[in-house]
């Protein structure tokens, strides 16, 4: 009983859950928003005479809501005076809370880091819920599929990097969008990368455990251009996108490095002996078998140089981002 009401008071202020009389409270209270500003509600409003046009652009999901970082949150702590009656006073917007009022801290580094950031010209376009819906995010250290954090944060970046039209909303006048996979081109199988790692992985720079992900988008020369920071034992991944799962993979399983090993095959990677032999096993084999064609192809060929061979190959082939490429390096 005394430890059970302690806990909660150790807890900072934001760590502490809901008690369930808390919860219920919380939502009943944020069920009355719901029932117009949701799929049901559109459909059974609960009064007459409601602009249902304006309101269908305007609707939020209860499930995704309550697993989203502010799931504990009253609608009415963010959105403050003149919701509570519809129809809302008019300047109720004017008066919803910011991201700084409530994370200064953070909001205070993250500025810093985007003054630096390639977007820092666009400043007065581009603010954080440009990129954070208040009511969708939630951050990667509270999930637990690699395959949600990356599809989640990609998305941020490719809803303007991979489509004309929102990319000119924020555009400088007349800067045309470069296609992203144009600008890959050299990185093999790109949208199986962009499913895989995230864009933050290579465009922003690596911070000390434990700290937060900056914020500071990298431009091209000083992007991750390096295939062994991922390939390879030392990953970064450890230390980025995996730094959160590997911990738990390793409480749960005792195997440090599973998860980098189920999502992608990168050879050397774990510290199980065997596993180790089999992996770098398959990979001599291929290497050997490799060899072996190459110096057959170079003892037939006889006067045939690599650089020539690499080009007309190239220019043969028409270009593609996913092509054999993958086969090769890993089986
Ligand atoms: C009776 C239905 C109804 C309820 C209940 C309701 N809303 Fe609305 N809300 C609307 C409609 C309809 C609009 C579209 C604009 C308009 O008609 O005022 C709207 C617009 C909004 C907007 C965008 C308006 C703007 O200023 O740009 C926000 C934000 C909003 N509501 C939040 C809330 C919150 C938070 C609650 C709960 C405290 C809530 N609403 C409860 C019907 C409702
Ligand atoms: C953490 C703060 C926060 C919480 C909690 C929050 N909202 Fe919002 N909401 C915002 C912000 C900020 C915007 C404006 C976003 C923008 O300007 O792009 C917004 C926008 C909206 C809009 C208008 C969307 C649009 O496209 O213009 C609606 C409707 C809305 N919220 C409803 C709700 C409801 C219902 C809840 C509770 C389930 C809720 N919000 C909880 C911060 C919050
Ligand atoms: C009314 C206060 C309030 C506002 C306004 C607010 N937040 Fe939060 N936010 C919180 C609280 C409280 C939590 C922690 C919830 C928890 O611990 O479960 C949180 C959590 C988060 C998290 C998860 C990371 C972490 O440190 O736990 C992110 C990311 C976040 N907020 C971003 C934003 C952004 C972006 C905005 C502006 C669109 C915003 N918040 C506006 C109160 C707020
Ligand atoms: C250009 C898009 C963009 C902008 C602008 C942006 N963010 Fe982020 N933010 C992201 C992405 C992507 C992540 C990675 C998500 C993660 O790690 O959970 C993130 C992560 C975060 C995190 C979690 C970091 C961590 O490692 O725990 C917080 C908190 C946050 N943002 C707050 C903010 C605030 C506050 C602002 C405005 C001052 C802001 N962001 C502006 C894209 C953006
Ligand atoms: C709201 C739209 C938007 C979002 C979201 C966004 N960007 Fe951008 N980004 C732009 C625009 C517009 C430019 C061009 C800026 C300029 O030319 O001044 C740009 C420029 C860049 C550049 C420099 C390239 C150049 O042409 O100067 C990089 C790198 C970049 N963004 C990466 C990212 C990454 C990574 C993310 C996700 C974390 C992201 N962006 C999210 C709109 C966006
Ligand atoms: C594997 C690392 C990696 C990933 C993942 C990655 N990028 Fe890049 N990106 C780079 C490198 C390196 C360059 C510079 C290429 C060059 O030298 O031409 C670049 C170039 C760019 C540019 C042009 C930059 C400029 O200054 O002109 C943009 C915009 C961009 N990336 C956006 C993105 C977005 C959006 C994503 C996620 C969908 C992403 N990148 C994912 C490494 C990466
Ligand atoms: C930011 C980390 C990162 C960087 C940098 C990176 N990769 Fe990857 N790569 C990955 C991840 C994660 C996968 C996902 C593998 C999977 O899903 O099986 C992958 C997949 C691949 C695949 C497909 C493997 C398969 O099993 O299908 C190839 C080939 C590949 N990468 C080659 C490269 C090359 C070549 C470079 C450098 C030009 C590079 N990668 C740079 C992280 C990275």
């Not at 630096?116 to 999930?143: E, F, G, N, Y």
């Amino acid at each position: 009983m005394v430890l059970a009401s302690l806990l909660p008071a150790l807890l900072s202020a934001q760590e502490r859950p809901l008690t369930p009389e808390q919860q219920e409270k919380q939502r009943a209270a944020n069920a009355e928003c719901f029932s117009c500003h949701s799929a049901e509600g559109l459909k059974a409003p609960p009064k007459e005479g409601l602009d249902l046009k304006k309101l269908r652009g305007l609707l939020q999901h209860p499930e995704t809501f309550y697993q989203a970082d502010h799931q504990k949150l009253l609608c009415t702590k963010c959105h403050n005076e003149g919701y509570d009656e519809h129809p809302h006073a008019a300047d109720a917007r004017e008066s919803t809370s910011t991201c700084t009022d409530c994370h200064s801290k953070k909001a205070n580094l993250i500025e810093a880091q985007f003054e630096k950031s390639v977007h820092a010209d666009l400043a007065d376009k581009i603010t954080c819920p440009t990129c954070h819906d208040p009511h969708l995010m939630r951050v990667a250290s509270k999930q637990a599929d690699p395959a949600r954090i990356v599809a989640q944060d990609n998305r941020v970046c490719l809803g303007c990097h991979d489509s004309d039209e929102q990319f000119a909303k924020f555009a400088p006048e007349k800067k045309q969008r470069p296609p992203i996979d144009d600008l890959h081109a050299w990185l093999p199988n790109t949208r199986l990368h962009w499913k895989a790692v995230r864009c933050v992985e290579c465009h922003t720079p690596e911070v000390a455990a434990g700290d937060m992900l900056s914020h500071q988008i990298l431009a091209k020369d000083k992007a991750e251009k390096d295939c062994l920071t991922c390939h390879s034992a030392s990953s970064t991944l450890k230390t980025r996108l995996y730094r959160h799962l590997v911990k738990e993979e390793q409480q749960r399983l005792g195997f440090a490095n599973s998860v980098i090993l189920a999502t992608s095959y990168v050879p050397g990677a774990t510290r199980h002996p065997l596993l180790d032999t089999l992996v770098l096993g398959a990979f001599a084999a291929m290497l050997l078998g490799l060899l072996a064609h190459g110096l057959g192809r170079v003892l037939t060929r006889g006067k045939h140089r690599p650089e020539e061979e690499k080009s007309t190959e190239k220019k043969a082939e028409p270009r593609d981002g996913d092509n054999g490429q993958n086969g090769d390096h890993h089986g």
